[in-house]
Nanobody, 113 residues
Framework: QVQLVESGGGLVQAGGSLRLSCAAS????????MGWYRQAPGKQREWVAI???????GYTDSVKGRFTISRDVAKKMLYLQMNSLKPEDTGVYYC???????WGQGTQVTVSS
């Protein structure tokens, strides 16, 4: 069993930065590939970024060069550093653990213009 808890969301002006965190707790389940997704109002959830157990990262085109995904394996933490935020980045951001199909409850990010 894997449980994920996101934090770090909030209200920020366009051009600002936020750092999202995701704390993972496991019951003997190894967490390997993890990612961030987001869901804007009235839209489907979309993939944002991924990081593998080996540290390989990937990003959706709209956030490349602005967002950075990272992890601290020892602390079982996942992060998303978001810079140069735009109003279109607004949404609920979710942490996801692929192998266990676990999702967090989400954290709201609102970017004002």
């Amino acid at each position: 069993q894997v449980q994920l808890v996101e934090s770090g969301g909030g209200l920020v002006q366009a051009g600002g930065s936020l750092r999202l965190s995701c704390a993972a707790s496991t019951s003997g389940f190894r967490i390997n590939t993890m990612g961030w997704y987001r869901q804007a109002p009235g839209k489907q959830r979309e993939w944002v970024a991924i990081i593998t157990g080996g540290g390989t990262t990937g990003y959706t085109d709209s956030v490349k060069g602005r967002f950075t995904i990272s992890r601290d394996v020892a602390k079982k933490m996942l992060y998303l550093q978001m810079n140069s935020l735009k109003p279109e980045d607004t949404g609920v951001y979710y942490c996801h653990a692929y192998e266990s199909s676990a999702w967090g409850q989400g954290t709201q990010v609102t970017v004002s213009s």
